[in-house]
């Protein structure tokens, strides 16, 4: 049974950081891509940023190009979205998922976790 939990969500104040963690489990880790996605109330679910199951190749959304940093660590399962210069619409619930190929759309995924809260207060 895959299993995807996320942390270090918060509240934080416009101009700081966060670090996001997603551990995986259930499924071989360094075999997949893996994304952050994140959906606002009231909007649809967006891309944020994907790693290849290497790590060699990323991509991001450009609304938050610069300001975030996708990782991975094979040996612990786990991949990490660090955000820095946090604007306050930012704020949404943020999700990792498991993806076949290093892609954009949501449809790409296969295994989604239950989110974890990020609010960017101005």
């Known amino acids: 049974q895959v299993q995807l ?18 551990a995986a489990s259930g ?4 075999s ?3 994304g952050w996605f994140r959906q606002a109330p ?6 944020v940023a994907a790693i290849s199951w290497s790590g060699a190749s990323t991509l991001y959304a450009n609304s938050v190009k610069g300001r975030v940093t996708i990782s991975r660590d094979n040996a ?3 991949v990490y979205l660090q955000m820095n210069s946090l604007k306050p619409e930012d704020t949404a619930v943020y999700y990792c998922a498991v ?8 449809e790409s995924y296969d295994y989604w976790g239950q ?7 101005s």
Do not use: H, I, N
């Open 76 to 78: 612990r399962d786990t």
């Open 99 to 106: 993806g076949r190929v290093l892609r954009v759309g949501a």
């Open 32 to 34: 997949y891509a893996m």
């Open 5 to 22: 939990v996320e942390s270090g969500g918060g509240m934080v104040q416009a101009g700081g950081s966060l670090r996001l963690s997603c």
């Open 42 to 47: 009231g909007k649809e679910r967006e891309f």
């Open 27 to 30: 499924l071989p880790f360094s």
């Open 115 to 121: 989110g974890t809260q990020v609010t960017v207060s």
